[in-house]
């Protein structure tokens, strides 16, 4: 008989897949302070050596991947042969090591020297998966190529896998402070924690999956929370379960007829009065100062770069060379501050997109809407469709859960202006009005 050590040992069983579970966003900011501040831009420094090395090193073997004739072979296989295409790519893929896991194992000689000692492996793998899901995306043909990340563009985000080690935020008890922290490379940042708000009460209520540390421009060196070089940082924390919901509003059973133009909305419920306004006319930008920073801008960069420009302050023809532009320290701080406001303008009209959506669900079901080509109004419309985007307003209504969007062909329009409770000039083909 076999002695014990001649015998076969079974195979260990298979893991069982964890089952996925819902996922929300919470975010925080943290009170930095300079050293911390030096700190976190070193880590962020040394992530985007080793973010840069992985995607290089997985280029290279998407590069022999593709040409090996193997490649071309399982690319003439008809798309009916499902099962042979996916054996084929999957066996080019461990062959040349274009997978996730390879990429895991790749990075671990690519982790040494002064690079270890800001980045520890859980982190690295996060940025090994994130360089495969770039190079995923080129290999499927669904992007041309992947960026590299520049010094000047900077690496401005990193996650962890979990948030037991490494990158962690720890919550501490009543008796303690009721604090947060956010715990990487033996600094402590604390976190600024509103409990008034049900929001941020509702999140912290649930298990922390994992935790993300985010850099931000502000809009100067000046501003409340910015470090030396004018960013801010704040933890975007990943929580299993469901979302904070707000009371929910009356909802429509109706049809309702819409009319969308580049600055106004027009609305014939089935149930209720018509209406016409403005969209998002509570949006109040302040274009004269936004206008103002653009003409400094311009000034500044004439000053910076005079051989660009002829006698007559015209921009000369290089033909496809491309052109260098010199940038002074004073230009970039004017696009900060102009950056900043339409950061604030674009989220203030993103908060009146969604008001507004909520309206147009209380008052009826199935909405109604002329098709069109929301793109051609920037040629004629820049400016207004620039500010409220009515666009992104129709993309906010489509992933609504539970509402029927129809879009339909125009009729003629009536010679009036006055909006009336009577049926709209416009219905779906195949429906008999409302």
């Not at 071309?72 to 999957?90: D, I, V, Y």
């Not at 540390?213 to 379960?241: I, T």
């Not at 696009?335 to 009146?352: D, F, G, I, P, V």
């Amino acid at each position: 008989m076999p002695g014990p050590r001649q015998r076969q040992q079974k195979p260990p069983p298979p893991k069982e897949k964890r089952s996925a579970t819902p996922t929300f966003l919470l975010e925080l900011p943290l009170v930095v302070d300079p050293g911390q501040a030096t700190r976190l831009r070193a880590h962020l420094e040394a992530a985007r050596h080793l973010y840069n090395a992985i995607l290089s090193q997985g280029q290279k073997r998407l590069r022999r991947m593709r040409a090996d004739p193997a490649w071309q072979a399982a690319r003439e296989l008809p798309r009916t042969q499902k099962t042979q295409r996916a054996a084929a790519f999957s066996a080019l893929r461990t062959q040349y090591g274009f997978t996730e896991a390879a990429l895991h194992e790749a990075i671990k000689s690519l982790r040494v020297g002064w690079i270890a000692e800001h980045i520890e492996a859980v982190l690295a793998q996060t940025l090994a998966t994130r360089a495969y899901r770039a190079l995923n995306r080129v290999c499927l043909g669904k992007a041309k190529r992947v960026r590299f990340k520049s010094r000047g563009r900077g690496f401005c985000s990193i996650e962890n896998k979990r948030n037991d080690t490494g990158l962690r935020f720890v919550l501490q008890a009543p008796e303690e402070g009721n604090d947060g922290l956010l715990l990487w490379n033996g600094d402590r940042l604390p976190a600024r924690i509103d409990w008034q708000d049900e929001v941020v009460c509702h999140g912290l209520r649930h298990r922390i999956k994992y935790a993300r540390l985010l850099q931000r421009p502000a809009s100067s060196k000046r501003a409340a929370g910015a470090d030396a070089e004018g960013d801010r940082y704040c933890v975007q924390l990943a929580l299993e379960g469901m979302p904070h919901r707000k009371p929910k509003h009356t909802v429509g059973q109706g049809i309702v007829g819409a009319d969308l133009g580049p600055s106004t909305l027009a609305l014939v419920p089935q149930e209720g009065e018509a209406s016409l306004e403005v969209l998002c006319a509570e949006l109040a930008p302040d274009a004269k100062a936004i206008r103002r920073l653009q003409r400094q801008m311009d000034r500044q960069r004439r000053a910076a770069n005079p051989e660009h420009y002829d006698e007559q302050g015209r921009l000369k023809k290089q033909g496809k060379r491309k052109l260098q532009w010199k940038q002074s320290k004073r230009y970039q701080a004017t696009r900060r501050r102009k950056a900043a406001k339409e950061r604030k303008l674009a989220a203030h009209r993103k908060s009146l997109h969604g008001r507004k959506v909520h309206e147009v669900m209380a008052l009826g079901k199935t909405i109604i809407l002329e098709k069109m080509s929301y793109k051609a109004w920037q040629k004629n419309y820049g400016k207004s469709v620039g500010l409220r985007a009515p666009g992104m307003f129709v993309a906010w209504l489509k992933v609504r859960p539970k509402r029927r969007l129809i879009f339909c062909r125009a009729r003629a329009r009536p010679h009036s202006g006055e909006v009336s409770n009577a049926a709209p000039y416009f219905q779906p083909k195949g429906m008999g009005g409302l």
